[in-house]
């Protein structure tokens, strides 16, 4: 259950920091789910570059605002092209 708790928490963080580096209003519920998808997405592309990221909520804060911000940047890419 903590651990639930902790990813949910590092996703809000993560979400609200990539919003405010890309200038994007998100409420909360958007921010948690940017976040959680971000630190996946952020995961899988650290583990393409050989960085295994670590394992401190420092290390996973950093690898989900790496994530969300890519994130970000592809919705707004389609959101574009229509």
Not at 38 to 65: N, R
């Amino acid at each position: 259950m903590g651990g639930i708790l902790v990813s949910v928490l590092i996703g809000a963080i993560a979400g609200f920091v990539a919003g405010k580096i890309m200038d994007k209003s998100m409420g909360l519920l958007i921010c948690i789910l940017v976040g959680i998808v971000g630190g996946f997405l952020g995961s899988w592309l650290f583990g393409l570059l050989g960085a295994a990221p670590k394992t401190t909520f420092w290390g996973q804060l950093l690898v989900g605002v790496v994530g969300s911000v890519v994130l970000l940047w592809l919705v707004s890419r389609i959101k574009n092209k229509k």
